[in-house]
């Protein structure tokens, strides 16, 4: 993948500084992504997360590996973490301290107490297959990495929550057979629906809403003392996934999609009525009961995740609403016209 156009003057000495084209970062660069709006949906700050998160996971072919180390971008992520860290706490504060056997409840509560817009009834019963294209674009930057962000937590854990994150992990995998890997039936979906399923193909084109959705977990995956957000995480999305995959596999199927097209949403419909259940109890719990003091951390987590998935529903339901894109703009930064791959 080559390293996505700048959205902004840091996202943009970023860039420079990484393909080689600018000896060093800029001192204190960080200063400009202190600007007054909000982070959520601030194209610089979310994008230069994502590129500093990305030097993480597969990187960039324009840009060097040793990059992923550098004291200098580490220095500025730092700074870019701060300012979308302090944004989720104003959005979500720390839940009350709670006993380490109340968690798997605590989460259930969390999930039947959101009231974010349902993206996923719209997606079954209204809409196009232009919109159903262009909410694949969406999830794609997530999709086609599938599970690795809450991988990270592997290593940070012990005995039976680590068992159960392994557990839930290795289905993620496909139980390593490349067709069953979520992250490759999810690229045969794309195919499907006649999009590019090259890694990161619509990064260009998804609006920092999208990114901060991504974000969230890096943040969370990357940061030991963030383990217990990042389990949260996992287990809201374990938690609230049957339900709707099961609407947007019927949702593609009346639009026409074949088996092929809908096979990765189907999977999720069996699988994490399963991981659901892991996730909460053997996962949350057994992780807390070993660390009680980690309980506030996982509902923090939880409540992050729907609190991001519900702003970007809203973006995108708001958009089509109006009958707009839902995506940044018509053509991204490599010559794509996103109008042509929506089938306009």
Known sequence: ????????????????????????????????????????????????????????????????????????????????????????????????????????????????????????????????????????????????????PHTWAIPRLAGRAKAALVEIQADEYGGGRLPRMHAELFRVTMRELGLDDTYGAYLDAVPAVTLATNNLMSLFGLHRRLRGAILGHLAVYEMTSSLPNRRYGNGLRRLGGNADATRFYDEHVEADAVHEQIAAHDLCGSFCADDPNQATTVLFGAACALALDARFAEHVLDRWTAHESSMRDQTSSSGRLLAGALGA
């Open 1 to 148: 993948m080559l390293i996505p156009t700048p959205r902004g003057p840091v996202s943009a000495a970023l860039v420079r500084t990484l393909t080689g084209n600018a000896p060093d970062l800029p001192a204190r660069l960080g200063r400009d992504l202190a600007a007054v709006g909000d982070p959520f949906t601030d194209e610089d700050l979310q994008l230069t997360l994502h590129l500093c998160y990305e030097l993480h996971y597969r990187g960039f072919d324009d840009v060097d590996d040793r990059w992923e180390w550098d004291p200098h971008l580490l220095a500025l992520r730092r700074t870019a973490e701060d300012r979308f860290e302090s944004a989720l706490r104003r959005l979500v504060p720390m839940p009350a301290p709670l006993p380490a056997r109340d968690v798997p409840a605590a989460l259930t509560a969390l999930v039947e107490q959101d009231e974010g817009p349902s993206l996923s009834k719209f997606l079954a019963g209204r809409a196009t297959m232009e919109q159903f294209r262009e909410f694949v674009m969406h999830r794609s930057v997530y999709h086609q990495r599938e599970a690795d």
